[in-house]
């Protein structure tokens, strides 16, 4: 339909001061009309958001579509259903592909799969070292002007510190940023679930946390110095947490991101002796989870990123040291958020902050905005209905989640990219 009425929906856009029940008009994908009662007429679709939120969609700069090389646990389809399912318009992929994302064609060829699918925003990040080996810079300038958003070796640390201030000095000079999966591979021996009770108590070879901490202090102190900026991934433990705070508060240019599991879920998840818990980072005490939520809610903790990694199932029933680690996320982060508003960590204008504008800010891009003559880049979302995470409502080719058989609340309704509908609850994904 080229007209569509919003109705009695309550609108959270944080950047255009916007926290009200409000009707909006979407003419030919644009947002002719945002005002408080707007009647229905002939020619026009319909939407009754009765109950639910309308707010910018959302934007993840951390996901896994394991495209090139791996696209028999995702592929850029697959992955872009399940964005759009959770709200996302916007994503970024990981370049731990096979081969790795250390070339502009193949910075390029992610774009190009994600412009043909046309669900949503695919954009790449860039390897910082060659074949993410972390021994030799790769050519920053020509994959950030290839399309590359930032740069990363998710998946793996960079070790040397050498290396690590030369790519921040790098990035920085050209306008961008790398982010670090911070892990001490010399602390962490191998590591598969956290240092606690629970690892020892199952004997699972553990991982203690110093193994991120000290990685975390090193990228502040280096942050701190070169005055260039550093962003951290998947943060998860208190300390790490409070080094991050301590960066800030010196005046380094340090960002943060949180999962959905790392604001969720606890070791405990390891009860069940099932890999289906195996993360990097690992999940962690409840003390940690506390912080990490406290930390979002203040604005130690940036944003939230899912770190969406799909994996086969034959993959996570292998042994605890042969499990590669990971979960899903994409459909998830929204419940998850939900449920910290309901607990009162934070209110619904910091659960958009995190999931869509923030997001959005960090990798330099204009958040959607609610506001008439813009593209309509929106999710309807009701945030107290359930719905029960099984096989048939992940979208995501893969289905590796502790999450199976449980049920959520916060449902998105319908998710808006480019002026079109391409995702409702009903119809599932619409177009691409």
């Known amino acids: 339909m080229s007209l569509i009425l919003i109705k009695n929906g309550h609108v959270v856009d944080p950047e255009n001061n916007i926290n009200k ?3 909006i008009l979407i003419e030919k994908g644009k947002i002719k009309k945002l005002e408080e009662n707007i009647e229905p007429f002939a020619g026009c679709e319909v939407i009754d958001a009765t109950d639910c939120i309308v707010s910018p969609s959302f934007c993840d700069i951390h996901v896994h579509f394991r495209d090139p090389g791996q696209t028999y646990k995702e592929d850029i389809r697959t992955g872009s259903m399940a964005a759009v399912a959770g709200g996302y318009t916007t994503v970024v992929c990981m370049p731990n592909t096979i081969p790795a994302l250390d070339e502009p064609s193949l910075i390029r060829y992610v774009i190009e799969k994600g412009e043909e699918v046309g669900l949503c925003r695919v954009l ?6 060659k074949g993410r080996k972390g021994k030799e810079l790769t050519e920053m300038w020509l994959l950030k002007d290839a399309g590359a958003v930032y740069f990363t070796d998710d998946g793996a640390p960079v070790m040397d510190s050498f290396i690590m201030r030369k790519a921040m000095e790098y990035a920085g000079s050209i306008g961008t940023f790398v982010a670090d999966h911070c892990e001490d591979l010399n602390l962490s021996n191998n590591g598969v679930a956290h240092e606690g009770e629970i690892a020892a108590a199952l004997g699972i070879p553990p991982l203690p946390p110093e193994a991120e901490d000290t990685m975390v202090a090193r990228d502040c102190i280096l ?5 260039m900026p550093v962003h951290i991934c998947h943060i998860s433990s208190k300390v790490a947490v409070e080094t991050v705070a301590w960066a800030k508060a010196l005046g380094a240019n340090v960002t943060a991101e949180v999962t959905p599991h790392h604001l969720s879920l606890t070791d405990d998840e390891w009860l069940d002796f099932h890999c289906k818990a195996k993360v990097s980072p690992p999940l962690r005490e409840h003390e940690d989870v506390e ?3 406290w930390g979002l809610a203040s604005g130690i903790i940036d944003f939230v990123a899912t770190d969406h990694a799909p994996h086969a199932h034959h993959e996570k029933m292998l042994e605890h040291q042969h499990c590669p680690p990971g979960m899903l996320g994409l459909q998830f982060a929204l419940p998850t958020v939900l449920e910290l508003v309901k607990k009162d960590y934070f209110d ?4 958009i902050q995190v999931l869509a504008t923030e997001p959005m800010k960090k990798i330099g891009l204009k958040p959607p905005a609610i506001k008439e003559g813009e593209t ?5 979302f009701n945030p107290t209905e359930s719905w029960e995470v099984n096989e048939e409502t992940i979208l995501s080719k893969s289905k590796n ?3 199976l058989g449980r ?3 916060g449902k998105v309704k319908f998710t808006f990219y480019n002026g079109k509908i391409v995702y409702s609850d009903t119809s599932g994904v619409c177009c691409g």
């Open 21 to 23: 029940k409000l009707d």
């Open 124 to 129: 790449p990040a860039g390897a910082i070292t």
């Open 291 to 293: 912080a990490v939520r």
């Open 401 to 403: 989640t502790p999450l």
């Open 407 to 409: 049920k959520l609340r």
């Open 376 to 380: 309509a880049e929106l999710v309807i």
């Open 223 to 227: 942050a701190l110095r070169t005055g």
């Open 348 to 351: 619904i204008n910091r659960a």
